[in-house]
Antibody, heavy 118, light 110 residues
Framework: EVQLVESGGGLIQPGGSLRLSCAAS????????MSWVRQAPGEGLEWVSL???????YYADSVKGRFTISRDNSKNTLHLQMNSLRAADTAVYYC????????????WGQGTLVTVSS | QSALTQPASVSGSPGQAITISCTGT?????????VSWYQQHPGKAPKLMIY???KRPSGVSNRFSASKSGNTASLTISGLQAEDEADYYC??????????FGGGTKVTVL
C-alpha cells in the first residue's frame, strides 16, 4: 500500500527556515517523480515543486530561489527546504507522487501545516 | 502560462447530474490533454478522480465522468449523492515542467 507521511511543519517567523520531510512507503521515491503542492487556508491548490527520477528539479515562480526539493534514497524520503519564509507561504504542504513527467498526482500525503507569522 | 477558470460553486439535488467546467486561456486543445480532476473533502487531502482528461482511476465511481472540448474540460457527476459534496479542482500540465490548478468548485448537494 502506498503511503506518504509529511512532517516538519510548524510556526515560524518571517525570514526563517523550515525543512519538511515526507516518508514514503509502498514504492521507491528515487525512481518516481515527486512533487509538493500547497494550500493556503481557505484557498485553492498551488503546485510548488517537482523532482524527476533523474534528480532534475523545478519550482513555481513564487518559491524559486527560496525553496529546495531533494530526496534521500536511503531513507525513501522527500524533503522541502524552505528559506526566507514569508506570510504568503502559510499553507498546508502536501507531498505528492506524480505518475509521469507530465501526468497527474495519484497519491497524496495528509499534509503538514506551515504558519509563517511573527 | 495557462490559467484555469472554474465556477466557484455548483449545486444539485440528490440523483441529479451536475457538470463542472474548467476553462483554460490557451487555444490549442492539445494543451488540455493532461487535465486531471481532484476531489477534496474538508480537512482531507485531495483525491485523484480523473486523469488524462477523461480516464477514471481504478476505484473511482463510474458516476464520475469527464470530457474536453477545445480549451474547456468538464467533470460530470451523475446520480449526485450526499458524499459527493466537496471541493473539486481541475489541474493541467503546462508544458514547462509545472502544473496549474483551477480555483476550485464547491459542490453542494441540496
Amino acid at each position: 500500500e502506498v503511503q506518504l507521511v509529511e512532517s516538519g511543519g510548524g510556526l515560524i517567523q518571517p525570514g526563517g527556515s523550515l525543512r519538511l520531510s515526507c516518508a514514503a512507503s509502498g514504492f521507491t521515491v528515487g525512481t518516481n517523480y515527486m512533487s509538493w503542492v500547497r494550500q493556503a487556508p481557505g484557498e485553492g491548490l498551488e503546485w510548488v515543486s517537482l523532482i524527476y527520477s533523474d534528480g532534475t528539479t523545478y519550482y513555481a515562480d513564487s518559491v524559486k530561489g527560496r525553496f529546495t526539493i531533494s530526496r534521500d534514497n536511503s531513507k525513501n524520503t522527500l524533503h522541502l527546504q524552505m528559506n526566507s519564509l514569508r506570510a504568503a507561504d502559510t499553507a498546508v504542504y502536501y507531498c505528492v507522487r506524480v505518475t509521469t513527467w507530465n501526468g497527474e498526482f495519484d497519491y497524496w500525503g495528509q499534509g503538514t501545516l506551515v504558519t509563517v507569522s511573527s | 502560462q495557462s490559467a484555469l477558470t472554474q465556477p466557484a460553486s455548483v449545486s444539485g439535488s440528490p440523483g441529479q447530474a451536475i457538470t463542472i467546467s474548467c476553462t483554460g486561456t490557451r487555444s490549442d486543445a492539445e494543451s488540455y490533454k493532461f487535465v486531471s480532476w481532484y476531489q477534496q473533502h474538508p480537512g482531507k487531502a485531495p483525491k485523484l478522480m480523473i486523469y488524462e482528461a477523461t480516464k477514471r482511476p481504478s476505484g473511482v465511481s463510474n458516476r464520475f465522468s469527464a470530457s474536453k472540448s477545445g480549451n474547456t474540460a468538464s467533470l460530470t457527476i451523475s446520480g449526485l449523492q450526499a458524499e459527493d459534496e466537496a471541493d473539486y479542482y481541475c489541474c493541467s500540465y503546462t508544458g514547462y515542467s509545472s502544473w496549474v490548478f483551477g480555483g476550485g468548485t464547491k459542490v453542494t448537494v441540496l
